[in-house]
């Protein structure tokens, strides 16, 4: 396998963590594959004193400055606001795929499909990889997920940006560490870009989004070795703007466990400012949406308390425990134990269904 | 405004209620608008012979005869296997444009991306109107279908198929009879092909789902005489391969009031051949679902008997009734004022939210 030498593209965005969280995120689980970043205000700092992230990797100005690292791939980690690609970045990404460079691009524009980046590609011999772009391909789900033998355990959340990404693969981790075989579905672009393979169900027909869950787990549970398989949930059951999105995920997915996601002391759901839900109400609908298809529990609860020093942090995971009867903690800042120890204790018996498994022709963005 | 003088457009097909559904729901809903049929192996015959609807309107065996009944639109009233159109319709498409028939295409090829239907769409001055290609401009939803006025009632089911288009339809024209000013939301290609207007919600991307539904219900209460929307719902949160696309339908729609529609005696969920939950489970899981978001409830069940014998009918209706402790009759059989009663007598007064309604573009499909 090829070793992959990563340059982050984060023009004028590197001490923007919000515009740059793809960016973060490599950073945050996958340092050890990056080379350089790019933000021409920043060039001649580590990386580390922006982002607290990535100690000892430089920022650099341009991708030429960042070519005596020797990278092979440009990951654009900033998403500007609405998405689209600005074009004063098109000439850097035409020179790294000139160049040879692979590109992951994570806009909403997607390059594979602008004829002047496919020449550029043509030319370097370089890849696209649209880490929005759906497969072509995809299918409905039918309950196959269901004949996966790991212990398969979904992410979910009070909302979006609660640590979905984040407490799955914080669990990853931990499971690995253990030595236990473990495998991470990714369902967003920064998961995809960190797991190197997913797909970002928010670019997928409805009609196929549970269908892109139900592949990305047989994908993982095509290695009979793997034990466990992390699932990236996406939106929340209370969030109504991506509330359909997670009920695909789970119908889709087919999770033996769940683990919920909370910002700690969250008093108003995002985006339609409702107020929000006790957990335990949360909980309830979260097992009851997946009864009506196969049980599944939430083991144990993953709380955010960035921002919080670490005597009120301990206070509030020790209330929420009491509050919801279950296992809670922030795995960024005391480790996914406590929350892959509720899975793992838990986790029920697989009844495999009957009948051959059906044919899947597996084909993640790459 | 111009009289609608439709085409239907069923060859080889229309023996076929499944593959000619939309045909069918046209001639059943809007039967004053259809001039003939066509199916060459049928030509000669009233459409009332094969389909028991539509009596009087002749089936001919192509458009050229169908010219002397003076049509302005053809509308493809089947759906071959696999929903791509077939070459061998090509000519008759080509020649309806050619002649100014406004075309309705209900296939998942989009007509109006091919040049040569463009074409011919030009030369004779006509319109391609895609059935199944959503608006450009959709947005996510954000509660703002609670600002609308009049009662909203979505049909809700207990599996795919199982009637809820044909229960809104029937509510819509039962509240007519007794003169409520009343709206119909079209969720699927049927539904729009009778209303002329709606989005097809199984070619939207999941993201945006839920606006599509809230953009519906706001369309239709933008005209504040309206007291009672019907929304068409899709799928079903028991059925895994549609769920999400219920769900947003839910939150973007934001009923008052749901009607629950159900197969009688039907025992597995189709697609996935599940036991089919009990009707308290399904009627709680609707409740709970809309409850984290706003409160809705399931005010009475529409129970499809279609192939029953009367007696029986009356009988499952009358045990389904008992079971449920709810009203319940099949509104095709037996007419939908029971229905109706349901969501009058129980309608919550609305709470509008403060602040300035958003500026939505509406802008439906036709």
């Known amino acids: 396998l090829k070793t992959v030498r990563t340059v982050i593209f984060a023009e004028g965005s590197f001490a923007d963590d919000i515009h740059c969280k793809t960016g973060y995120g490599v950073l945050r689980y996958a340092p050890d594959t990056v080379v350089a970043v790019i933000d021409s205000q920043l060039a001649g700092r ?3 004193e922006i982002s607290r992230l990535g100690r000892g990797i430089p920022v650099v100005s341009d991708l030429t400055s960042a070519l005596r690292f020797e990278p092979n791939r440009l990951l654009i980690g900033v998403a500007p606001a609405g998405g689209a690609l600005p074009e004063s970045w098109r000439q850097e990404i035409l020179f790294a795929l000139r160049k040879g460079l692979e590109v992951l691009n994570g806009l909403h524009t997607i390059l594979s499909e602008d004829k002047e980046f496919v020449e550029a590609a043509e030319t370097g011999g370089a ?7 759906e497969p072509d391909d995809l299918d409905v789900a039918l309950c196959r997920a269901q004949r996966v033998e790991a212990n398969v355990v979904l992410t979910v959340g009070t909302d979006c940006a609660c640590g979905k990404m984040t407490t799955a693969l914080e669990m990853l981790y931990e499971a690995r560490r253990r030595g236990i075989p473990s495998d991470f579905c990714a369902t967003g672009q920064t ?6 393979w ?11 989004t549970a269908g892109a ?8 549970g095509a290695d009979k070795n793997v034990k466990l398989i ?3 949930g996406q939106g929340a059951l209370a969030q109504p703007v991506y509330s359909g999105v997670m009920l695909s995920l789970m119908h889709g997915s087919l999770p033996d466990n769940m683990i919920l996601c909370h910002q700690a002391n969250q008093q108003l759901v995002e985006l339609v400012d409702r107020p929000m839900p006790p957990l335990a109400e949360h909980i309830s609908l979260y097992e ?3 009864r009506i298809i196969k049980p599944a529990k939430v083991r144990a609860i993953s709380l955010k308390t960035r921002g919080m020093d670490e005597n009120e942090a301990r206070r509030v995971i020790e209330e929420t425990a009491i509050e919801a009867g279950l296992p809670v903690t922030d795995p960024v800042r005391f480790g996914s134990g406590v929350l892959l120890d509720a899975v793992l204790n838990d986790c029920p018996q697989k009844v495999p269904l009957s009948g051959e498994m059906a044919h899947i022709d597996l084909n993640p963005p790459f």
Chains 1, 2 share one sequence.
Do not use: C, N
């Not at 890849?127 to 772009?133: G, N, V």
């Not at 997913?198 to 196929?208: A, K």
């Not at 869950?213 to 993982?220: G, N, P, Q, S, T």
């Open 46 to 48: 580590d990386a580390y």
């Open 127 to 133: 890849r696209i990889i649209d880490l929005r772009k």
């Open 191 to 196: 998961g995809i870009a960190i797991a190197g």
């Open 198 to 208: 997913g797909i970002s169900v928010d670019h997928v027909l409805s009609d196929f």
């Open 213 to 220: 869950a139900e592949r990305l787990v047989l994908e993982a």
């Open 230 to 232: 992390l699932v990236e």
């Open 288 to 290: 009851e949406s997946m």
